[in-house]
């Protein structure tokens, strides 16, 4: 395994600083808007909204991974080879 450099780790500092202030920031509007009333068309809307969000997303993922397997995708690069190794 291979050291890292200056700069990944100058990026994880900044993604782990970018983490904390995200939880940070998510905990403190929690606690802010935490005396706010949802009624049942409101966790009605939310559960659809979430849903239908991941339906979309596996959706789109699972032909993503379809198209990929069956070659469809390989027309669309015309630059790489059929049988190279990807290049690293």
């Known amino acids: 395994m291979r050291s890292l450099g200056l700069g990944q780790i100058a990026l994880i500092v900044v993604l782990i600083a970018l983490l904390m202030l995200t939880g940070f920031w998510a905990t403190s509007v929690w606690n802010v808007t935490g005396d706010a009333v949802m009624d049942k068309h409101g966790w009605i809307a ?15 993922m699972a ?14 690069d015309p630059f790489r080879r059929r ?3 990807p290049a690293e």
């Open 63 to 76: 032909l993503m991974f379809f198209s990929s397997r069956s070659g469809r995708d390989d027309a669309a």
């Open 83 to 85: 049988g190279e190794p």
């Open 46 to 60: 939310l559960g659809l909204g979430t849903f239908f969000s991941l339906l979309i997303g596996c959706g789109l």
